[in-house]
């Protein structure tokens, strides 16, 4: 291994120093890059994956609906009820329309995704080195675990140290069985509340970042307090919060007083969910989902209060009604409608460049 550039560190758990030849770049699923070629940059995306750990039983009176074939005439139902179609939680079964859709996404301007899926929910890094091969867009691996509902039994027994092993494996030298190396831990998933093994799982993800100097991205539980409670752990155990993405933000907090409380911990800001616009969304009820004009007035109200270095976006893609083969908006969306929308209420194309590309970059590159 070329040892060339290397700077040590030392890891607060381990007590001891470490080298990485990581250091100043990204790493994908071909390799090493330097992160100026990194381009727009959505981070938080899925191209294969299962989702089946999420399914729920459609309404009284709509069964029929949870088998039924997908196509026109049921689209829009799909749209408000995506986890009632069982079908539709496969998107590993989607390679061929993904690699047409990634295609679409660098004719219009995208440059890299960041792919969020982890063990237990059906990672598949041959598939995502092909993607990236066939397409030329950057595919960025995602290592660790997601919420504790698909942690194997196995994964439960593990000790902390253990954790942090596998998961520095799967960015130095391959995952699932691979030469295949992840260039980001998450996404690490949690719950409300933090379930035991979820907690093992986020201090074990700290102690890796503290090896690794890696970029971490986070899935908190559906509520207010659990950003915060996440970072409060990833503190305790020496995790470098400047780091670390918190996702999801735009389906978990609504208050701007505590949205900026939250920013104040320094995590970037993710708001993901370009594209969904739920009437009910059925893992937590209470919650109005916003549209996507929402989101862009929320971006709008952070960069004002400050926090334009520390704002990320993407779409989270992780169902089959999201790909246009169904009618769906498309890993494209966010460059082609809703850049304009941002453009059309007052952030610049500086605060534009700097969210779809100079944060990523600082975020995606290892310390």
Known sequence: ??????????????KFYVMSPLSGKVQTVLGLMDPERLGRTMTHEHL???FE????????????????????????????????????????QEIEAVRDELMCFKKAGGGTIVE???????RDLPALRQLAKDTGVNIVAG??????????????????????????NEVSHGADGTDIRCGVIGEIGTG???????????????????????????HPGRNPAAPGEIIRILQEAGGDISKTVMSHLDRTIFDHGELLEFAKLGSYLEYDLFGTELLDYPFNLGIDMPSDSQRVQTLAFLIKEGYEDRIVIAHDIHTKNRLTKYGGHGYSHILQNIVPKMLSRGISQKQVDKILIGNPKQWLTFK
């Open 1 to 14: 291994m070329d040892m060339a550039g290397i700077c040590p560190r030392k890891s607060p758990q381990r």
């Open 48 to 50: 294969t994956m299962t």
């Open 53 to 92: 750990c999420c399914y729920v039983p459609p309404a009284p009176g709509q069964e029929d609906n949870s088998s039924a074939r997908i196509e026109l005439k049921n689209v829009h139902w799909l749209q408000q009820n995506p986890y009632s179609h069982r079908e539709n939680l496969l998107l590993c």
């Open 116 to 122: 969020n899926t982890t063990t237990g929910i059906t």
């Open 143 to 168: 290592a660790g675990y997601y919420v504790d509902v698909t942690h194997s039994d196995e994964t439960r027994k593990m000790t902390v140290e253990k954790l942090t092993d596998v998961m520095v």
């Open 192 to 218: 409300w509340p933090i379930t035991d093994s979820e907690k093992k799982v986020l201090r074990a993800t700290a102690h890796a970042q503290a090896q690794l100097g890696c970029p971490v991205i986070i």
